[in-house]
């Protein structure tokens, strides 16, 4: 065998070892395994509390700090395959957000981006 051809097989059996395991993207695999994420931009001069919201229930995810990105990722109990979520956020001194209830998949990622005016922030949903 060749020393090029040898090269070459290494290379696409690295390629297919790195694609084939498990539990490495959000958005690979089946249903089951695949995660849910909520990832919250906040361009503001105040921290935010963020929450799930599903029914009545609101279930803390953890804090973003101003002026940057956070990205959670939601359990199956959380995110079940198909289930109706709202985001809160909450900051200080400020009145709170709640989005509309949207539609989530396992594998879906929630993209919120906080505005100044907490009222004019928006969610969007990535399958």
């Known amino acids: 065998m060749s020393r ?6 290494l290379l696409l059996a690295l390629c297919v070892v790195g694609c084939a395991s498990p539990g490495t ?8 395994t ?9 361009p503001t001069g105040d921290d935010a509390k963020v929450y799930v919201v599903r029914g009545t229930t609101a279930i803390p995810l953890g804090v973003v ?3 940057s990105d956070r990205t959670f990722t939601l359990n199956a109990a959380l995110a079940p395959v198909n289930a109706e979520l709202r ?3 909450d900051t200080a001194g400020r009145t709170t957000f709640l989005s509309e209830p949207m539609l989530v998949s396992r594998g879906s990622e929630l993209v919120l981006r906080m505005s ?8 969007d949903v990535r399958l």
Not at 4 to 9: G, I
Not at 116 to 123: E, Q
Request: glycine share 2%; no cysteine.
């Open 116 to 123: 100044p005016t907490l009222k004019y922030s928006s969610v």
């Open 25 to 32: 993207s959000a958005f690979f695999g089946s249903p089951d």
């Open 4 to 9: 090029r051809h040898s090269s070459f097989s």
């Open 87 to 89: 985001v809160r956020v």
């Open 65 to 67: 700090r101003s002026l």
């Open 34 to 42: 695949r995660r849910t994420l909520v990832t919250v931009e906040n």
